[in-house]
């Protein structure tokens, strides 16, 4: 049974994907132990409730300093105990002693085509803003694991989605997540608890076939 931790920010449908995938049968052999949010009124915790999942606030509002944060980040994860952390829609800069402890087990939800449209900045709507800005025509998503540098780490796994004549970006970020992150995200889960994912020491990952 691989143990998932899921760290979200906002209305969490990513976290809602993996939650249907689960309870379809698509991820097997997996269970969300716990989900952390740092913004309280996250409706993403109200997801975790509905599910019958234990959801937990870990703010930096509460915290003096940014390291007291960060130590309870890392406490918060550890006492939930996860083979792999899911950060899905986390807007929040993971602290070097979380990926110094959970290294190659944590993966993260990027809405668009990394290297293309990541970085500082890059997060949220404004990822779309800056595609329609620049008038790319592709754009999608990425999962990938998490290292020190922001949306750097090696990638698992994309997918293109059209951006299309007259787009928003709220129309834009709502096709990313149909067609890209609501797909990928959980095959990446499933893809891990069935052992077939491997990083190698150029830091590749490769996704050994069933
Ligand atoms: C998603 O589009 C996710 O890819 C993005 O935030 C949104 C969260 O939506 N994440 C980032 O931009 C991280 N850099 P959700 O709360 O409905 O899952």
Redesign the pocket.
């Known amino acids: 049974m691989l143990r998932v931790a899921v760290c ?8 809602q994907a993996i939650i249907d995938a689960i309870g379809s049968g698509v991820i097997r052999d997996t269970k969300i132990v716990r989900v952390i949010s740092n913004n309280k009124n996250a409706y ?1 915790l109200t997801r975790a409730e509905s599910a019958g999942i234990e959801g937990v606030c870990v703010s930096p509002r509460d915290y003096e300093t940014r390291e007291l944060f960060n130590e309870a980040l890392l406490a918060c994860l550890e006492e939930a105990k996860p083979d792999l952390i899911v ?5 929040v800069a993971v602290p070097a002693c979380v990926i110094d402890r959970f290294r190659g087990r944590i993966i ?4 668009a085509l990394i290297p293309s449209f990541c970085g500082k900045g ?3 709507l404004h ?1 779309h803003e800056k595609v329609l800005e620049r008038g790319a025509k592709v754009t999608g ?1 990425t999962v990938h694991f998490v290292d020190e540098d922001l ?1 750097h780490g090696p990638i698992l796994l994309q997918k293109a989605v059209d951006v299309k004549e007259g787009d928003t970006p709220q129309i834009l ?1 709502r096709r ?2 149909e067609e890209a ?1 609501w797909i990928i995200l959980p095959k990446a889960i499933s893809l891990i608890a069935e052992g077939r994912v491997t990083i190698d020491d150029n830091a590749i990952a490769h996704i050994r076939e069933s």
């Open positions: 979200v920010s906002g209305g969490g449908t990513n976290l993403a950060l899905a829609g986390f807007m993260n939800i990027h809405p890059y997060y949220g990822v998503a949306d970020q990313v997540m992150e």
